[in-house]
């Protein structure tokens, strides 16, 4: 079992910068892929970034060159660092652990941090 617990969201500014995190508890971290998504309002949740235990990136095209996921194994932390954040990235944003097993998956979410762009 992982639970996940994010912080780091609030308003800021266009063109700001914020940085997410999320601590995960439990064992085992390092061998999860772990990811960001977020959700505007009225909108379905969308894939932000992602990293795979080897430390494969991968990231949205709505947000390449500003944004930069990464993990801290030791400290069982993903990152998100946000730069000149727009408007259009106010969404909640939740963290998200996964991995697949020989039995099955496994499949863990935060409980999300609001993050808003505005003047």
């Known amino acids: 079992q992982v639970q996940l617990v994010e912080s780091g969201g609030g308003l800021v500014q266009p063109g700001g910068s914020l940085r997410l995190s999320c601590a995960a508890s439990?064992?085992?971290?390092?061998?999860?892929?772990l990811g960001w998504y977020r959700q505007a309002p009225g909108k379905q949740r969308e894939l932000v970034a992602t990293?795979?235990?080897?430390?494969?990136?991968s990231y949205a095209d709505s947000v390449k060159g500003r944004f930069t996921i990464s993990r801290d194994n030791a400290k069982n932390t993903v990152y998100l660092q946000m730069n000149n954040l727009k408007p259009e990235d106010t969404a909640v944003y939740y963290c998200?652990?996964?991995?697949?097993?020989?039995?099955?998956?496994?499949?863990?979410w935060g409980q999300g941090t609001q993050v808003t762009v505005s003047s």
């Open positions: 439990g064992t085992l971290f390092s061998m999860y892929a």
């Open positions: 990293i795979t235990s080897s430390g494969g990136e």
């Open positions: 998200n652990a996964f991995r697949i097993r020989l039995s099955g998956s496994d499949d863990y």
